[in-house]
């Protein structure tokens, strides 16, 4: 009876040594795994605010990022920026997801994107802040949105002499913006001018990564809201005379999916 007894005490505490390492593996794991998250998020901010001129929050997957560096399988990334820039646009807020990222290094690519999306809102005062910095910038006063009628009117010369109204629309895979009005005082405006406007709206609204397309696009009480999606798309193999796209994959690297 006694031997059992001591055998008993024996296995209980063997139990509770096994509990204890698991318990401290478990820790350590995840210790690890959120010092290795806060890492990539970091690093990936860091080149992401880059690309986009902006402060950058990046959001990873549920999946172990320790595993993610093993597989190189990513199933999501999600990007929330505040002032990004799109070619000459200033003053956007983004939204975005990229789903499915598969990272491996091949002679022609970086790896494979399987889709993503995006959800773009241009305010009146970003649009303003945008025309300010081109060469006819002084010219402009305001920015008015009409969700009802889907335009954009810009108050143009000293008081709002005049008006320039554009209208955005979807036009195949691109966003397109259509003069709907420009004169002052019954004559026309300045072709330059209007054109000038034009240009920079339509650079601004046909400038996005990945290969994403507009889906719509809808004049609010104060902005501009783009919906965006992408498919499959390939990141293109690192190109010494490419610095943009050895960014890229210096990226990666540093990001710990490139050994």
């Not at 080149?47 to 950058?56: A, N, R, T, W």
């Not at 026309?188 to 709206?201: A, E, I, S």
Request: hydrophobic share 40%; proline share 5%; net charge negative.
């Amino acid at each position: 009876m006694a031997a059992t007894r001591t055998d008993g005490k024996k296995r209980n505490r063997v139990l509770v040594v096994a509990l204890v390492l698991v318990a401290v593996l478990v820790a350590a794991f995840a210790a690890s795994e959120l010092y290795l998250r806060r890492q990539v998020q970091s690093c990936m901010a860091s080149q992401f605010e880059s690309q986009l001129g902006s402060k950058v929050d990046v959001g990873l997957s549920w999946k172990p990022v320790l595993l993610q560096s093993i597989d190189k399988r990513v199933p999501y990334v999600t990007l929330e920026s505040n002032d990004t820039s799109f070619g000459p646009a200033v003053g956007m807020d983004v939204q975005a997801r990229v789903d499915d990222v598969h990272i491996e290094e091949t002679p022609d690519s970086n790896g494979t994107i399987g889709s993503s999306t995006a959800e773009v809102r241009w305010s009146t005062a970003g649009i303003l802040a945008t025309m300010h910095q081109q060469p006819f910038g002084t010219l402009i006063g305001n920015v008015v949105s009409d969700p009802a009628a889907g335009t954009l009117t810009f108050s143009v010369g000293p008081g709002g002499l005049a008006d320039l109204e554009v209208r955005p629309h979807i036009s195949g895979d691109t966003i397109a913006v259509e003069t709907v009005g420009a004169e002052i005082l019954g004559f026309g405006l300045p072709t330059d001018l209007v054109d000038g406007v034009v240009q920079t709206l339509t650079e601004s609204l046909q400038t996005y990564p990945l290969d994403m397309v507009p889906t719509s696009v809808e004049v609010t009480g104060d902005a501009i809201e783009i919906s965006l999606e992408g498919g499959a798309y390939t990141m293109p193999a690192a190109d010494p005379s490419d610095p943009a796209v050895q960014e890229q994959r210096d990226q990666l690297e540093g990001c710990g999916f490139l050994v």
